[in-house]
């Protein structure tokens, strides 16, 4: 059920929404939601067709739309990607980095180029992101409709518990953790609120990436059980987002119910 204020009027209409890794799982399903929202989004990720794809759904329902394609960890991508936005929709008012990779692997043996990919994505890419975009966040807070705008960084049950094998994983989620409360902090009083989600198992591609020996140890933790979808997640994003400007929720952590750690 879409929110609305007093007026019923959509909680993000008339705001644009920045969504990367948005071109499957948690990044599309917070895109859908926040464009549910009446926010204008702008959709990154680096499958370009699965973008365009996400954008002709989203503008079937009446909100714009713009895919915007980009590697993350690429500074220049993202920069024409954040101006093609601007461009587009004339600013940003919330910013989502769903973006991620997931390599699980013991540190003896590991392949470096993986934790590479990593550290590219998880944290440069988020780093990139909100630093390119962060001059249009503090214009939309200070001038905008709603007085307001939000950096939302998804992290990982990881960025709260190191596990075997998510040692190099678990350090770029940690770091995703602590910048995002040092981000809170730095602009609270300008109204640019930073919040960290950090989910627990969720149904998406995250299990693809990890060796057949980690995938065994991960259904030995959580499998049997019913996971997170990307749209509990999403839900999430939304909640914290559409709250009123003195209201910030700094962390979210969401587990399935049957999910002990």
């Not at 059920?1 to 599309?28: F, H, Y």
């Not at 930073?194 to 065994?216: Q, R």
């Not at 939304?238 to 700094?250: F, M």
Request: net charge negative; hydrophobic share 45%; aromatic share 4%.
């Amino acid at each position: 059920m879409m929110t609305e204020d007093k007026r019923g009027v959509r909680s993000l209409e008339g705001t644009v929404a920045l969504v990367t890794g948005a071109s499957s799982g948690i990044g599309e399903a917070t895109a859908r939601a926040l464009a549910h929202e009446g926010a204008a989004v702008v959709v990154i990720g680096r499958r370009t067709e699965r973008l365009h794809q996400l954008v002709a759904k989203i503008e079937e329902s009446g909100t714009r739309a713009l895919a915007a394609p980009a590697d993350v960890s690429q500074r220049d991508q993202l920069e024409a990607a954040v101006a093609a936005g601007v461009d587009a929709f004339g600013g940003i008012d919330t910013v989502v980095t769903c973006a991620g990779r997931g390599l699980l692997a013991p540190v003896e043996g590991a392949d470096p180029n993986e934790w590479d990919e990593m550290i590219a994505t998880n944290l440069r890419g988020v780093l990139n992101t909100i630093h390119i975009a962060l001059p249009h966040l503090l214009e939309a807070a200070e001038r905008g409709r709603r007085g307001v705008a939000d950096i939302v960084n998804i992290s990982s049950v990881a960025g709260r518990l190191a596990r075997r094998d998510y040692a190099v994983y678990s350090m770029t989620k940690f770091g995703v953790n602590a910048f995002t409360e040092s981000l809170r902090a730095e602009f609270a009083k300008r109204h640019v609120r930073a919040s960290v989600v950090e989910p627990g198992a969720v149904d998406t591609e995250f299990a693809s990436h990890v060796s057949a020996k980690t995938l065994a140890a991960m259904q030995s933790r959580v499998g049997g059980m019913e996971w997170l979808r990307a749209e509990d997640v999403a839900d999430a994003v939304r909640y914290i987002v559409t709250r009123p400007r003195h209201v910030a929720v700094n962390e979210v952590l969401i587990r399935p119910t049957e999910q002990e750690t």
